[in-house]
């Protein structure tokens, strides 16, 4: 069973944030936290859809470019970008340059602004599928699911409003990523019931 590594500074992690030091601190300080938010979570929405198929530390390197390219994923902005943008991005070498990505990017942007018209909210629409809080964390990663009977139906909602590149998988990664769902491992720092004292360690490190 794939369970928690503890890294030469004394703290338990899981497995896959305990190598690389960009991973580590993105796995410390973002990946399971509460996140709010149209424009921090369409920017979540994006960065998981770009990197379906890849690994995420690509996508975490390229993220600074990623946020230059896409005007910080203000709606508003990424929503205006026409046939030049699209050109623009796919000569980007900062950013992963995938067409279909790219144009799903942009009419994501779109159909965010439209839930606007409906009366309905990004922040509201995406934590409405949060399910019951866990009471114990996952032992090891082999527990951790790729969708769940929420991603599946969040996915479905999505669509029906325009969203693409949003399939249960994706919506399930972005739940992991926002804090919707808890999946740190048993061992972990940040997993439930862990010590304060040494997630106070690993942040302060």
């Given at each position: 069973m794939t369970v928690a590594v503890v890294g030469t500074d004394g703290v338990g992690r899981c497995p896959w944030g305990a190598g690389d030091g960009l991973l580590a601190g993105y796995h410390d300080t973002e990946w399971g936290r509460e996140l709010r938010g149209r424009d921090p979570l369409y920017e979540r929405i994006s960065l998981e859809a770009f990197q379906s198929g890849l690994s995420w530390l690509i996508v975490l390197r390229k993220r600074p470019a990623f946020r230059a390219a896409f005007a910080g994923f203000d709606p508003e902005a990424v929503a205006r970008f026409g046939d030049d943008d699209?050109?623009?991005?796919?000569?980007?070498a900062g950013i992963v340059r995938n067409r279909a990505k790219i144009e799903a990017t942009i009419a994501n942007a779109r159909a965010v602004l439209e839930l606007a018209e409906?009366?309905?909210?990004?922040?509201?629409?995406?934590?409405?599928?949060?399910?019951?809080?866990?009471?114990?964390?996952p032992a090891g990663f082999?527990?951790?699911?790729?969708?769940?009977?929420?991603?599946?139906?969040m996915a479905?909602?999505?669509?029906?409003?325009?969203?693409?590149?949003?399939?249960?998988?994706?919506?399930?990664?972005?739940?992991?990523?926002?804090?919707?769902?808890?999946?740190?491992?048993?061992?972990c720092f940040r997993a439930i019931g862990a010590a304060g004292d040494a997630a106070g360690a690993a942040e302060g490190a």
């Open positions: 699209v050109a623009r991005l796919l000569a980007d409906r009366g309905e909210d990004l922040d509201t629409l995406l934590w409405s599928f949060a399910p019951p809080a866990r009471e114990a964390p082999e527990d951790v699911p790729a969708t769940t009977p929420e991603s599946t139906a479905k909602a999505l669509r029906a409003r325009g969203f693409r590149f949003v399939g249960p998988t994706t919506c399930y990664a972005m739940m992991q990523a926002t804090g919707m769902v808890d999946d740190h491992v048993a061992g």
